[in-house]
């Protein structure tokens, strides 16, 4: 299992983790039922799976809202999206739950953050 966490600490020089698809102007006028179409997607792009269980992503807000990943595994080539809004969570569809969008359609950052707290990478728009 040691060699597994060796592999596992790899993803940030391996540059692995990369963000599409960022859709922080959700379609139609800024209220509670789009939210789900306000989201962020990230792609594991090297050749095994990334435990995201833990990580958490926030904004650049003075006071940041900050989304904790449930017990998650992105698998090779794979991508998951992080919606703002509510639903149930699947392989492909994580949901942060919120009432409120998240993403100033004006700019922001996103930080991507493994269960250490390490920064993986960051994301700022436009």
């Known amino acids: 299992n040691v060699s597994n966490n060796t592999t596992q600490n790899n993803y940030i020089q391996?540059?692995?983790?990369?963000?599409?698809?960022?859709?922080?102007?959700?379609?139609?006028s800024?209220?509670?039922?789009?939210?789900?179409d306000e989201y962020y997607t990230i792609k594991n792009e090297?050749?095994?799976?990334?435990?995201?269980?833990?990580w958490t992503s926030s904004d650049n807000a003075s006071s940041p809202h900050v989304y904790t990943f449930p017990s998650f595994g992105l698998n090779t080539n794979s991508e998951v999206s992080v919606r703002t809004g509510s639903g149930t969570d699947d392989?492909?569809?994580l949901y942060w739950g919120s009432n409120n969008h998240i993403w100033n359609n004006g700019g922001d950052t996103l930080s991507l953050?493994?269960?250490?707290?390490?920064?993986?990478?960051?994301?700022?728009?436009p």
């Open 14 to 28: 391996d540059n692995c983790i990369n963000i599409l698809n960022f859709r922080y102007d959700a379609a139609g």
């Open 46 to 54: 090297c050749t095994y799976l990334i435990d995201m269980t833990g």
């Open 113 to 125: 953050k493994n269960s250490a707290g390490t920064l993986v990478i960051t994301y700022s728009y």
């Open 30 to 36: 800024d209220n509670s039922s789009n939210l789900n």
């Open 91 to 93: 392989s492909t569809n």
